[in-house]
Protein backbone atom coordinates (compact mmCIF):
# COMPACT_ATOMS: atom_id res chain seq x y z
CA UNK A 1 0.00 0.00 0.00
CA UNK A 2 1.20 3.41 -0.81
CA UNK A 3 1.78 5.61 2.03
CA UNK A 4 0.29 9.00 1.60
CA UNK A 5 2.45 11.81 2.49
CA UNK A 6 1.96 14.85 5.29
CA UNK A 7 2.83 17.89 3.72
CA UNK A 8 4.19 19.63 6.65
CA UNK A 9 6.63 20.08 9.25
CA UNK A 10 5.55 18.20 12.78
CA UNK A 11 2.89 19.19 14.44
CA UNK A 12 2.80 22.93 12.79
CA UNK A 13 1.92 24.69 10.10
CA UNK A 14 4.58 27.76 10.50
CA UNK A 15 6.54 28.16 7.79
CA UNK A 16 9.98 29.41 7.68
CA UNK A 17 9.86 33.30 7.42
CA UNK A 18 12.68 35.33 7.32
CA UNK A 19 13.17 39.03 6.98
CA UNK A 20 17.07 38.09 6.36
CA UNK A 21 19.08 37.35 3.24
CA UNK A 22 20.17 33.73 3.12
CA UNK A 23 23.57 33.06 4.94
CA UNK A 24 26.02 30.28 3.97
CA UNK A 25 25.32 26.85 5.23
CA UNK A 26 25.98 25.74 8.27
CA UNK A 27 26.58 29.30 9.72
CA UNK A 28 24.87 30.20 13.20
CA UNK A 29 23.40 33.16 13.86
CA UNK A 30 23.73 34.81 17.10
CA UNK A 31 19.76 34.85 17.47
CA UNK A 32 20.37 30.77 17.14
CA UNK A 33 21.53 30.23 20.78
CA UNK A 34 19.70 32.91 22.07
CA UNK A 35 15.83 32.25 21.02
CA UNK A 36 13.66 34.97 22.71
CA UNK A 37 11.54 34.10 25.48
CA UNK A 38 8.09 33.31 23.95
CA UNK A 39 9.79 30.60 21.74
CA UNK A 40 11.34 28.85 24.43
CA UNK A 41 8.28 29.40 26.37
CA UNK A 42 5.82 28.51 24.02
CA UNK A 43 7.46 26.68 20.76
CA UNK A 44 10.59 24.93 21.84
CA UNK A 45 8.79 21.77 22.99
CA UNK A 46 7.60 21.15 19.68
CA UNK A 47 10.07 22.59 17.72
CA UNK A 48 13.47 22.13 19.34
CA UNK A 49 15.02 24.51 21.53
CA UNK A 50 17.46 25.35 18.47
CA UNK A 51 14.57 25.89 16.51
CA UNK A 52 16.21 22.67 14.29
CA UNK A 53 12.31 22.01 12.82
CA UNK A 54 12.62 24.95 10.57
CA UNK A 55 15.89 24.17 8.79
CA UNK A 56 16.41 22.78 5.57
CA UNK A 57 12.44 22.37 5.08
CA UNK A 58 10.61 22.70 2.26
CA UNK A 59 7.73 24.99 3.16
CA UNK A 60 4.60 24.64 1.48
CA UNK A 61 2.76 27.06 3.00
CA UNK A 62 4.75 30.24 2.82
CA UNK A 63 7.97 31.45 4.57
CA UNK A 64 6.93 34.86 4.03
CA UNK A 65 6.75 37.00 7.07
CA UNK A 66 2.97 37.76 6.26
CA UNK A 67 2.41 34.14 6.01
CA UNK A 68 4.37 32.94 9.20
CA UNK A 69 2.18 36.21 11.23
CA UNK A 70 -0.61 34.38 10.09
CA UNK A 71 0.05 31.28 11.23
CA UNK A 72 1.44 32.06 14.56
CA UNK A 73 -1.71 34.34 15.40
CA UNK A 74 -4.66 32.56 13.83
CA UNK A 75 -3.48 28.59 14.33
CA UNK A 76 -4.32 25.77 12.24
CA UNK A 77 -5.91 23.44 14.26
CA UNK A 78 -6.21 20.92 11.71
CA UNK A 79 -2.32 20.63 11.26
CA UNK A 80 -1.94 20.53 15.10
CA UNK A 81 -0.94 24.49 15.84
CA UNK A 82 -2.92 26.35 18.29
CA UNK A 83 -3.79 30.19 17.99
CA UNK A 84 -1.74 32.24 19.97
CA UNK A 85 -3.96 35.87 19.24
CA UNK A 86 -4.17 37.15 22.74
CA UNK A 87 -1.79 34.82 24.25
CA UNK A 88 1.10 36.37 22.90
CA UNK A 89 1.91 39.96 22.09
CA UNK A 90 2.32 41.66 18.67
CA UNK A 91 6.17 41.85 19.64
CA UNK A 92 6.40 38.59 21.03
CA UNK A 93 5.19 37.43 17.79
CA UNK A 94 7.44 39.62 15.63
CA UNK A 95 10.70 38.15 18.07
CA UNK A 96 9.67 34.76 16.80
CA UNK A 97 9.23 35.54 13.70
CA UNK A 98 12.65 37.37 13.56
CA UNK A 99 14.28 34.26 15.10
CA UNK A 100 12.76 31.67 12.59
CA UNK A 101 13.94 33.80 9.73
CA UNK A 102 17.60 33.15 11.15
CA UNK A 103 17.62 29.81 11.53
CA UNK A 104 16.20 28.97 8.24
CA UNK A 105 18.39 31.24 6.53
CA UNK A 106 21.34 28.76 7.94
CA UNK A 107 20.90 27.14 5.20
CA UNK A 108 22.02 29.04 2.22
CA UNK A 109 19.67 27.65 -0.59
CA UNK A 110 17.09 29.12 1.43
CA UNK A 111 15.05 32.17 0.13
CA UNK A 112 11.91 33.36 1.52
CA UNK A 113 8.38 32.82 -0.29
CA UNK A 114 4.76 33.34 0.06
CA UNK A 115 2.60 30.39 -0.61
CA UNK A 116 0.71 29.40 -3.67
CA UNK A 117 -2.05 31.57 -4.92
CA UNK A 118 -4.69 31.62 -6.98
CA UNK A 119 -6.10 35.07 -8.41
CA UNK A 120 -9.91 34.94 -8.81
CA UNK A 121 -12.11 37.93 -10.37
CA UNK A 122 -12.28 39.62 -7.13
CA UNK A 123 -10.15 37.42 -4.42
CA UNK A 124 -6.76 36.24 -3.84
CA UNK A 125 -7.25 32.40 -2.55
CA UNK A 126 -3.79 30.61 -1.09
CA UNK A 127 -3.77 27.63 -1.78
CA UNK A 128 -1.77 25.05 0.64
CA UNK A 129 -0.79 20.96 -0.39
CA UNK A 130 -1.24 19.63 3.21
CA UNK A 131 -1.47 15.61 1.99
CA UNK A 132 -0.01 14.20 -1.20
CA UNK A 133 0.48 10.75 -2.35
CA UNK A 134 -3.33 9.40 -2.21
CA UNK A 135 -4.61 6.86 -5.07
CA UNK A 136 -7.88 7.76 -5.38
CA UNK A 137 -9.39 10.48 -2.63
CA UNK A 138 -13.41 10.03 -2.85
CA UNK A 139 -14.76 11.47 0.30
CA UNK A 140 -13.98 13.64 3.17
CA UNK A 141 -15.74 14.57 6.40
CA UNK A 142 -14.07 16.52 9.46
CA UNK A 143 -14.82 15.36 12.87
CA UNK A 144 -13.92 18.42 14.43
CA UNK A 145 -11.52 21.54 13.64
CA UNK A 146 -8.56 19.36 13.99
CA UNK A 147 -9.90 15.86 12.59
CA UNK A 148 -10.26 15.06 8.74
CA UNK A 149 -11.64 11.55 7.28
CA UNK A 150 -10.83 10.73 3.91
CA UNK A 151 -11.83 8.10 1.92
CA UNK A 152 -9.67 6.49 -0.89
CA UNK A 153 -11.75 4.37 -3.39
CA UNK A 154 -9.30 1.51 -3.50
CA UNK A 155 -10.83 0.96 0.09
CA UNK A 156 -8.87 2.69 2.80
CA UNK A 157 -9.82 5.06 5.31
CA UNK A 158 -7.55 7.74 6.71
CA UNK A 159 -8.04 9.96 9.77
CA UNK A 160 -5.68 13.61 9.66
CA UNK A 161 -5.45 14.77 13.17
CA UNK A 162 -3.44 17.42 14.20
CA UNK A 163 -0.82 17.09 11.84
CA UNK A 164 -0.70 13.31 11.74
CA UNK A 165 -2.07 11.19 9.02
CA UNK A 166 -3.16 7.59 9.81
CA UNK A 167 -5.07 4.49 8.01
CA UNK A 168 -7.87 2.81 10.36
CA UNK A 169 -8.13 -0.41 9.80
CA UNK A 170 -11.89 -3.26 10.33
CA UNK A 171 -13.04 -1.45 7.42
CA UNK A 172 -16.31 -3.77 5.47
CA UNK A 173 -14.84 -6.71 3.41
CA UNK A 174 -17.13 -7.31 0.97
CA UNK A 175 -15.70 -3.80 -0.92
CA UNK A 176 -16.54 -3.85 -4.87
CA UNK A 177 -13.38 -1.84 -6.02
CA UNK A 178 -13.96 -2.10 -9.61
CA UNK A 179 -14.76 0.22 -12.60
CA UNK A 180 -16.84 3.51 -10.85
CA UNK A 181 -17.29 1.09 -7.67
CA UNK A 182 -15.08 0.97 -4.20
CA UNK A 183 -15.22 3.04 -1.32
CA UNK A 184 -17.08 6.08 -1.59
CA UNK A 185 -18.37 8.82 0.78
CA UNK A 186 -17.75 9.10 5.08
CA UNK A 187 -19.90 10.82 7.03
CA UNK A 188 -19.22 11.76 10.98
CA UNK A 189 -22.26 12.40 12.96
CA UNK A 190 -22.80 13.29 17.10
CA UNK A 191 -26.43 12.43 18.07
CA UNK A 192 -27.57 15.50 19.78
CA UNK A 193 -30.16 13.31 22.16
CA UNK A 194 -26.91 11.07 23.91
CA UNK A 195 -23.83 12.57 22.37
CA UNK A 196 -23.17 8.98 20.92
CA UNK A 197 -20.72 9.54 17.97
CA UNK A 198 -21.07 7.38 14.62
CA UNK A 199 -19.51 6.91 11.12
CA UNK A 200 -21.24 6.63 8.12
CA UNK A 201 -19.53 4.96 4.99
CA UNK A 202 -21.35 4.77 1.84
CA UNK A 203 -19.59 1.93 -0.95
CA UNK A 204 -20.18 -0.54 -3.78
CA UNK A 205 -20.93 -3.50 -2.13
CA UNK A 206 -20.48 -7.36 -3.65
CA UNK A 207 -23.33 -9.20 -3.91
CA UNK A 208 -23.07 -11.87 -0.64
CA UNK A 209 -22.58 -14.89 -3.02
CA UNK A 210 -21.28 -13.18 -6.70
CA UNK A 211 -18.59 -10.91 -6.81
CA UNK A 212 -19.49 -9.77 -10.54
CA UNK A 213 -22.51 -8.20 -8.70
CA UNK A 214 -22.87 -5.24 -6.74
CA UNK A 215 -25.09 -2.44 -5.12
CA UNK A 216 -24.28 0.85 -3.67
CA UNK A 217 -24.59 0.37 0.70
CA UNK A 218 -24.73 2.28 3.64
CA UNK A 219 -23.09 1.40 7.25
CA UNK A 220 -22.23 2.73 10.46
CA UNK A 221 -20.48 1.82 13.35
CA UNK A 222 -19.83 3.37 16.96
CA UNK A 223 -16.72 5.99 16.80
CA UNK A 224 -14.03 6.24 19.07
CA UNK A 225 -11.52 9.14 18.89
CA UNK A 226 -8.35 6.54 20.17
CA UNK A 227 -9.32 3.92 18.13
CA UNK A 228 -7.14 2.63 15.06
CA UNK A 229 -9.40 0.30 14.06
CA UNK A 230 -13.44 0.01 13.94
CA UNK A 231 -15.56 -2.79 14.54
CA UNK A 232 -19.36 -3.58 15.13
CA UNK A 233 -20.41 -2.26 11.64
CA UNK A 234 -24.13 -1.88 10.87
CA UNK A 235 -25.31 -2.37 7.45
CA UNK A 236 -28.84 0.51 7.20
CA UNK A 237 -29.28 0.18 3.55
CA UNK A 238 -28.20 -1.76 0.34
CA UNK A 239 -29.99 -0.09 -2.77
CA UNK A 240 -31.20 -3.39 -4.59
CA UNK A 241 -31.27 -4.83 -6.93
CA UNK A 242 -27.41 -5.55 -7.20
CA UNK A 243 -26.71 -5.38 -10.91
CA UNK A 244 -23.41 -6.19 -13.29
CA UNK A 245 -22.73 -3.11 -13.90
CA UNK A 246 -19.80 -1.30 -12.51
CA UNK A 247 -20.54 2.27 -12.71
CA UNK A 248 -23.34 4.91 -11.40
CA UNK A 249 -23.34 4.18 -7.71
CA UNK A 250 -23.50 7.51 -6.81
CA UNK A 251 -23.04 8.23 -3.81
CA UNK A 252 -23.26 10.75 -0.66
CA UNK A 253 -25.01 10.89 2.68
CA UNK A 254 -25.56 13.96 4.77
CA UNK A 255 -27.82 14.40 7.93
CA UNK A 256 -30.76 17.36 6.50
CA UNK A 257 -31.84 20.12 8.66
CA UNK A 258 -34.97 18.23 9.50
CA UNK A 259 -32.44 15.61 11.02
CA UNK A 260 -32.86 12.39 8.62
CA UNK A 261 -30.38 11.14 6.89
CA UNK A 262 -30.04 11.27 3.13
CA UNK A 263 -28.36 9.11 0.99
CA UNK A 264 -28.00 9.66 -2.82
CA UNK A 265 -27.72 6.46 -5.14
CA UNK A 266 -26.76 6.44 -9.18
CA UNK A 267 -29.61 4.32 -11.64
CA UNK A 268 -26.15 1.85 -12.25
CA UNK A 269 -26.42 2.80 -15.97
CA UNK A 270 -29.38 1.41 -16.32
CA UNK A 271 -31.45 4.50 -17.31
CA UNK A 272 -34.20 2.68 -18.82
CA UNK A 273 -34.80 0.08 -15.78
CA UNK A 274 -34.68 1.98 -12.55
CA UNK A 275 -34.95 5.49 -12.32
CA UNK A 276 -38.66 5.53 -13.33
CA UNK A 277 -39.73 3.24 -10.84
CA UNK A 278 -40.38 3.38 -7.22
CA UNK A 279 -40.33 -0.64 -6.35
CA UNK A 280 -36.53 -0.53 -7.06
CA UNK A 281 -33.82 1.54 -5.11
CA UNK A 282 -30.80 2.90 -7.85
CA UNK A 283 -31.23 6.45 -9.28
CA UNK A 284 -32.91 7.60 -6.29
CA UNK A 285 -32.46 10.01 -3.15
CA UNK A 286 -33.32 8.26 0.02
CA UNK A 287 -34.62 9.06 3.83
CA UNK A 288 -33.88 7.63 6.89
CA UNK A 289 -33.49 7.91 10.34
CA UNK A 290 -29.98 7.98 11.51
CA UNK A 291 -30.20 4.59 12.98
CA UNK A 292 -31.38 3.39 9.74
CA UNK A 293 -35.16 3.18 9.76
CA UNK A 294 -38.03 4.72 8.32
CA UNK A 295 -39.37 7.69 8.54
CA UNK A 296 -43.46 7.59 9.10
CA UNK A 297 -43.76 11.04 6.92
CA UNK A 298 -41.27 9.62 3.95
CA UNK A 299 -43.76 10.10 0.81
CA UNK A 300 -43.86 6.80 -0.79
CA UNK A 301 -44.12 5.20 2.53
CA UNK A 302 -47.95 3.88 2.57
CA UNK A 303 -47.41 3.12 -1.87
CA UNK A 304 -47.67 -0.24 -2.26
CA UNK A 305 -44.74 -1.77 -3.97
CA UNK A 306 -42.68 1.36 -3.44
CA UNK A 307 -39.01 1.24 -1.83
CA UNK A 308 -39.93 2.56 1.57
CA UNK A 309 -37.29 5.24 1.77
CA UNK A 310 -37.40 6.87 -1.35
CA UNK A 311 -37.12 10.57 -0.65
CA UNK A 312 -36.98 12.00 -4.67
CA UNK A 313 -36.63 9.91 -8.31
CA UNK A 314 -35.50 10.19 -11.89
CA UNK A 315 -32.01 10.56 -10.76
CA UNK A 316 -29.19 9.55 -13.04
CA UNK A 317 -25.60 9.83 -10.81
CA UNK A 318 -25.41 11.83 -8.04
CA UNK A 319 -22.31 12.50 -6.23
CA UNK A 320 -23.07 15.57 -4.93
CA UNK A 321 -24.85 16.63 -1.83
CA UNK A 322 -24.93 19.41 0.25
CA UNK A 323 -27.60 20.12 3.07
CA UNK A 324 -28.53 24.11 2.95
CA UNK A 325 -26.96 25.72 5.87
CA UNK A 326 -29.55 28.54 5.79
CA UNK A 327 -32.71 26.57 4.84
CA UNK A 328 -31.65 22.67 5.91
CA UNK A 329 -32.89 22.34 1.83
CA UNK A 330 -31.14 18.95 0.40
CA UNK A 331 -29.11 19.91 -2.79
CA UNK A 332 -27.72 17.42 -5.24
CA UNK A 333 -26.35 17.55 -8.17
CA UNK A 334 -26.00 14.64 -11.29
CA UNK A 335 -24.35 13.74 -14.15
CA UNK A 336 -25.82 13.95 -17.32
CA UNK A 337 -24.72 12.07 -20.16
CA UNK A 338 -23.36 13.66 -23.37
CA UNK A 339 -24.27 17.59 -21.54
CA UNK A 340 -27.06 18.05 -19.11
CA UNK A 341 -25.61 17.84 -16.16
CA UNK A 342 -28.03 18.92 -13.22
CA UNK A 343 -27.98 20.49 -9.77
CA UNK A 344 -31.41 19.83 -8.02
CA UNK A 345 -33.04 20.78 -4.86
CA UNK A 346 -34.31 17.40 -3.89
CA UNK A 347 -37.76 18.35 -2.36
CA UNK A 348 -40.09 15.60 -1.18
CA UNK A 349 -41.93 12.88 -3.55
CA UNK A 350 -40.69 14.69 -6.66
CA UNK A 351 -39.38 13.09 -9.78
CA UNK A 352 -36.20 14.77 -11.51
CA UNK A 353 -37.19 13.03 -14.92
CA UNK A 354 -34.30 11.19 -15.97
CA UNK A 355 -34.67 9.94 -18.70
CA UNK A 356 -37.79 11.09 -19.69
CA UNK A 357 -36.30 14.80 -19.84
CA UNK A 358 -33.01 15.63 -20.27
CA UNK A 359 -30.87 18.33 -21.80
CA UNK A 360 -28.02 15.95 -22.82
CA UNK A 361 -27.17 13.55 -25.50
CA UNK A 362 -25.97 9.77 -25.54
CA UNK A 363 -22.36 9.44 -25.56
CA UNK A 364 -22.29 9.19 -29.33
CA UNK A 365 -24.48 12.43 -30.22
CA UNK A 366 -27.75 10.54 -30.46
CA UNK A 367 -30.94 11.99 -29.34
CA UNK A 368 -32.28 10.32 -26.03
CA UNK A 369 -35.50 12.63 -25.90
CA UNK A 370 -36.27 15.53 -27.55
CA UNK A 371 -38.21 16.61 -24.43
CA UNK A 372 -36.32 18.94 -21.81
CA UNK A 373 -39.59 19.43 -20.02
CA UNK A 374 -42.78 17.75 -18.82
CA UNK A 375 -45.74 18.14 -17.02
CA UNK A 376 -44.80 16.51 -13.38
CA UNK A 377 -41.19 16.37 -13.90
CA UNK A 378 -39.26 18.75 -12.00
CA UNK A 379 -36.67 21.37 -13.97
CA UNK A 380 -32.63 21.32 -12.86
CA UNK A 381 -31.85 24.26 -10.48
CA UNK A 382 -29.02 24.70 -12.85
CA UNK A 383 -27.46 22.61 -15.85
CA UNK A 384 -24.44 22.33 -17.22
CA UNK A 385 -23.60 22.10 -21.09
CA UNK A 386 -21.01 20.91 -22.12
CA UNK A 387 -20.91 18.57 -19.53
CA UNK A 388 -18.31 19.24 -16.12
CA UNK A 389 -18.58 15.89 -14.69
CA UNK A 390 -19.72 17.51 -11.36
CA UNK A 391 -18.43 15.31 -8.58
CA UNK A 392 -18.30 17.15 -4.72
CA UNK A 393 -19.87 20.15 -3.77
CA UNK A 394 -19.96 22.83 -0.88
CA UNK A 395 -22.02 26.11 -0.27
CA UNK A 396 -19.39 28.52 1.15
CA UNK A 397 -20.84 29.41 4.69
CA UNK A 398 -18.91 31.66 7.10
CA UNK A 399 -15.33 32.07 7.92
CA UNK A 400 -13.09 34.23 6.59
CA UNK A 401 -14.69 34.52 3.23
CA UNK A 402 -15.81 37.72 2.25
CA UNK A 403 -19.68 38.65 1.90
CA UNK A 404 -19.33 38.09 -2.13
CA UNK A 405 -18.40 34.63 -1.42
CA UNK A 406 -20.96 34.02 1.12
CA UNK A 407 -23.74 31.29 -0.80
CA UNK A 408 -21.90 30.29 -3.54
CA UNK A 409 -21.19 27.05 -4.73
CA UNK A 410 -18.32 25.10 -5.04
CA UNK A 411 -18.24 22.13 -7.50
CA UNK A 412 -15.59 19.90 -8.63
CA UNK A 413 -15.24 19.05 -12.11
CA UNK A 414 -14.18 15.79 -13.23
CA UNK A 415 -14.10 15.71 -16.96
CA UNK A 416 -12.41 19.27 -17.34
CA UNK A 417 -10.29 19.43 -13.91
CA UNK A 418 -11.42 22.19 -11.98
CA UNK A 419 -12.95 23.99 -9.26
CA UNK A 420 -15.89 25.43 -10.26
CA UNK A 421 -17.39 28.94 -8.03
CA UNK A 422 -21.15 29.58 -8.89
CA UNK A 423 -22.85 32.40 -7.28
CA UNK A 424 -26.35 31.60 -6.54
CA UNK A 425 -29.29 34.20 -6.26
CA UNK A 426 -32.88 33.30 -5.30
CA UNK A 427 -32.14 29.97 -6.22
CA UNK A 428 -30.90 30.33 -9.67
CA UNK A 429 -27.11 30.65 -10.60
CA UNK A 430 -26.64 34.19 -11.98
CA UNK A 431 -22.43 33.35 -12.79
CA UNK A 432 -19.71 30.88 -13.00
CA UNK A 433 -16.10 30.74 -12.43
CA UNK A 434 -13.01 28.87 -13.00
CA UNK A 435 -10.47 28.16 -10.24
CA UNK A 436 -7.90 25.74 -10.25
CA UNK A 437 -8.04 25.06 -13.61
CA UNK A 438 -6.02 22.02 -14.30
CA UNK A 439 -5.13 20.63 -11.08
CA UNK A 440 -6.60 17.56 -11.87
CA UNK A 441 -10.14 16.08 -11.48
CA UNK A 442 -12.03 17.73 -8.13
CA UNK A 443 -13.43 14.48 -6.72
CA UNK A 444 -14.82 16.23 -3.11
CA UNK A 445 -14.68 20.02 -1.20
CA UNK A 446 -14.95 19.77 2.79
CA UNK A 447 -15.74 22.92 5.13
CA UNK A 448 -14.96 22.65 8.56
CA UNK A 449 -16.36 24.53 11.52
CA UNK A 450 -14.74 27.70 10.80
CA UNK A 451 -15.02 27.46 6.99
CA UNK A 452 -12.16 26.65 6.18
CA UNK A 453 -12.38 24.65 2.80
CA UNK A 454 -10.67 21.81 1.68
CA UNK A 455 -10.39 20.21 -1.96
CA UNK A 456 -9.67 16.69 -2.76
CA UNK A 457 -7.75 15.99 -6.34
CA UNK A 458 -8.12 12.53 -7.82
CA UNK A 459 -4.97 11.83 -9.81
CA UNK A 460 -2.75 14.46 -8.14
CA UNK A 461 -3.66 12.33 -5.08
CA UNK A 462 -3.27 15.87 -3.10
CA UNK A 463 -5.77 17.60 -0.52
CA UNK A 464 -5.30 21.25 -0.40
CA UNK A 465 -6.26 24.34 1.79
CA UNK A 466 -8.22 27.05 0.66
CA UNK A 467 -7.31 30.12 2.58
CA UNK A 468 -9.13 33.95 1.35
CA UNK A 469 -6.08 36.45 1.68
CA UNK A 470 -8.04 39.63 2.60
CA UNK A 471 -6.63 42.80 2.44
CA UNK A 472 -6.27 45.01 5.45
Not at 23 to 32: A, D, I, N, R, V
Not at 325 to 332: F, L, R
Request: hydrophobic letters at 35%; aromatic letters at 8%.
Amino acid sequence: MRKPIVLLIPVAIVAASTLYPAGEKGTTSSSQSNPPEAYTAYCSSCHGADGQDFVGRDWKLGSDPESINRAITDGFELLGMPAFDGVLTEEEIHSIQDYLGERASSEGDFRPSPPQTLQASDLTIGVHEIINGLETPWGMDFINDSTLLITEREGRLWKFESGVLSDIAGLPSDIHVKGQGGLLDVMHWSDPNDGSQWIYLTYSKNHPDDDDLSATALVRAPWDATASTITNWEELFVAEPYESTHRHYGSRVAIGGDGKMYLTCGERGMRDVHPQTLETAPGKVHRFNPDGTIPADNPFVNTPGAVPSIWSWGHRNPQGMIIHPISGAVWTHEHGPKGGDEINISRRGKNYGWPKITFGRNYIGTIITRDTAMTGLEQPLHYWLPSIGPCGMQMIHGGAWPETWQGNLLVGSLSFEYLERLQISNETVVSRERLLDGIGRVRDIAQNESGEIFVAVEGAGTILHLEPILEE
